[in-house]
């Protein structure tokens, strides 16, 4: 995580911020890689907070302006559409930088829960159809409205000359040690030319595309129906492989990114199927022919792109994502590779 304690004297300026009392207290909620979030808990009420890592999000007011753009949009087309707002400090900012970091608070939506892995197809389901229901609302937006908050975010053919990079300017015992790995990676840069051709295709859409479709960024409400999505940090243009790519990546095996037993890591089949059908109810109107043959490659882009990206930052020493233990993207890496040679032998 990427501010991993809350200073205390920074809590006390954001909380005047807010006008908050001294008895408003904050514990860390979530298990992002990237940004650092708290549940902050006051005398009335209960806020998200979060500190955005800005060696990542080098324009944090370009999310700001995104997700007023999408909230705008939506307010007006959709006025019922649940959504997490921003919170203004006393002098109407929605932001606040202190001491060079940036902060920023949300509403938490009561009555919602969040699950960290996908026990069950209706939760799959519930979440692919708050996905394709995010961009199939957002279609008449024009996407390129949005600022390009990450710049090549999902871009596979910059992921592999990363990687590439790595295994010139990488830390050499590592690249050794890593040579099997390393090998089976480069053994499928035939994914990087099928993507460079999707994304060259006339009937190959930009739309308004969440890049972050983890099971924990959809609230669920009590009756276990999906409420809304969150974490909009990432919307900007891109395909629908993505989102649907990083659903596959995530919610087909029963254990996560982070298991090191890799016996563990398994296909379900009916979880398959049930992003299938959460995702097209909403989207398969919009969607062309030619995308909705892609519908199974995307989950190979999306896993082959995580590990490519793991191993690059093991292989560079851990500059990106954070990391416990010394050997926790290479572990990350062999995870998302077991994951892309199971699933290459399901679909
Ligand atoms: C990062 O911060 P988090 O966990 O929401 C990463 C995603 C990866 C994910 C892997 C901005 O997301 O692309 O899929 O880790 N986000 C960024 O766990 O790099
Ligand atoms: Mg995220």
Redesign the pocket.
């Known amino acids: 995580m990427y501010f991993a304690f809350m200073k205390e004297h920074l809590f006390k300026k954001i909380c005047a911020e807010y006008n908050w009392n001294d008895n408003t207290c904050y514990e860390p909620l979530g298990?992002?890689?990237?940004?650092s979030t708290w549940k902050v808990t006051t005398e009335n009420n209960i806020y998200v907070l979060q500190a955005i890592n800005h060696h990542?999000?080098k324009n944090p007011e370009y999310i700001d302006e995104n997700i007023k753009l999408v909230t705008d949009f939506l307010s007006k087309k959709n006025p019922e559409y649940l959504f997490p707002t921003l919170l203004k400090t006393n002098t109407g900012n929605s932001f606040i930088k202190l001491e060079g970091e940036w902060f920023r608070v949300l509403s938490f939506i009561k009555n919602t829960q969040t699950f960290t892995t996908v026990n069950n197809e209706l939760q799959a389901f519930e979440a692919a159809k708050q996905f394709g229901n995010f961009t199939a609302l957002l279609n008449e937006l024009n996407c390129n409205a949005l600022h390009i908050v990450?710049p090549d975010?999902h871009n596979l053919s910059l992921r592999y000359e990363q990687f590439n990079d790595a295994l010139k300017t990488g830390n050499n015992i590592r690249i050794i040690e890593c040579k099997d790995a390393i090998a089976f990676l480069q053994s499928q840069k035939n994914i990087v030319e099928e993507w460079r051709k999707f994304i060259t295709h006339k009937e190959a859409e930009q739309r308004v595309t969440h890049?972050?479709t983890?099971i924990s960024n959809v609230l669920f409400n009590e009756c276990n129906e999906g409420a809304c999505v969150i974490?909009l940090?990432?919307i900007m243009p891109g395909y629908f492989i993505s989102d649907v790519g990083?659903m596959f990546r995530t919610y087909i095996s029963p254990v996560s990114?982070e298991e090191t037993d890799f016996n563990k890591i398994t296909i379900r089949k009916n979880i398959i199927t049930a992003i299938y059908n959460g995702y097209m109810q909403p989207m398969k109107n919009l969607l062309s022919v030619f995308e909705q043959d892609h519908f199974y490659f995307s989950g190979e882009f999306m896993i082959y792109m995580?590990a490519l990206?793991f191993l690059t930052d093991y292989l560079n020493n851990d500059i990106?994502?954070g990391c416990k233990y010394e050997k926790h993207n290479y572990n990350r890496a062999i995870n998302q590779i077991t994951l892309l040679q199971q699933f290459q032998q399901t679909v």
């Open positions: 298990s992002g890689l990237i940004n990542v999000f990450l975010f890049h972050d983890k974490d940090d990432t990083d990114e995580q990206r990106y994502y």
